[in-house]
Every structure is written in C-alpha cells, then in structure tokens.
C-alpha cells in the first residue's frame, strides 16, 4: 500500500488548512485511517482516526476544530482543520490500517504561525 498525502503548510492562527491522503496499491479492502502527527521533540500522537464504517475518533486537543472523513471509493482520507492554533504545528501523518497491516505516509509539514 501507497499513501500519498497533500495539503497542508502554512496556515494562520484561527485559519484552515485541509490534508488529504490517498492510498493504493491494495486489492484489499482499507481499513481503518488515520491522522497522526508529531511536534519537534515530542512523540508522535494520534490526531484523529476513522473506521471503514465512519466511526470517528479525535485528540482532545482536536475537538470541535478537525473533521476527518473519507471516501471508500477513492481509498482516501481527508483532514479539515479549522480555528488553527500554533500548537498544532506539527509533521502530520496518514495511517492506514489493511489486511492486518499498518501503513505511514511520507507526511506533510503543517505550520500555523503568523
């Protein structure tokens, strides 16, 4: 599986940036996918996740600004991220969860500064 990510750079506070996440390369059916990102000198961290089924989940720190969704046609993710703070800047990470494996994207730099 290939996960191609777009989107992202540099974003104001309070403004939006999108990403999105395409895989293939899998004749199987995709799983779950995901949102993770990692800060300079922190750990990576779960930003939000879905289920082939929708099923959502979000970093607290996320609520109520990020919206993940998905297209199972197209194997792809997506990651809306409105009211932008400076504490979400961060490499930001596709996942994808197929047939038993876990898959990372390259990830895409993602900078929220004036």
């Known amino acids: 599986v290939q996960l191609q990510a777009s989107g992202g750079g540099l974003g104001q506070p309070g403004g939006s940036l999108r990403l999105s996440c395409a895989a293939s390369?899998?004749?199987?059916?995709?799983?779950?996918m995901g949102w993770y990102r990692q800060a300079p000198m922190k750990r990576r961290e779960m930003v939000a996740t879905?289920?082939?089924?929708?099923?959502?989940n979000y970093a607290d720190s996320v609520k109520g600004r990020f919206t993940i969704s998905r297209d199972n046609a197209k194997n792809t993710v997506f990651l809306q991220m409105n009211s932008l703070k400076p504490e979400d800047t961060a490499v930001y990470y596709c996942?994808?969860?197929?047939?038993?494996?876990?898959?990372w994207g390259q990830g895409t730099q993602v900078t929220v500064s004036s």
């Open positions: 390369g899998s004749s199987f059916s995709i799983g779950r």
């Open positions: 879905i289920t082939r089924g929708g099923t959502v």
């Open positions: 996942n994808v969860l197929a047939v038993g494996y876990e898959y």
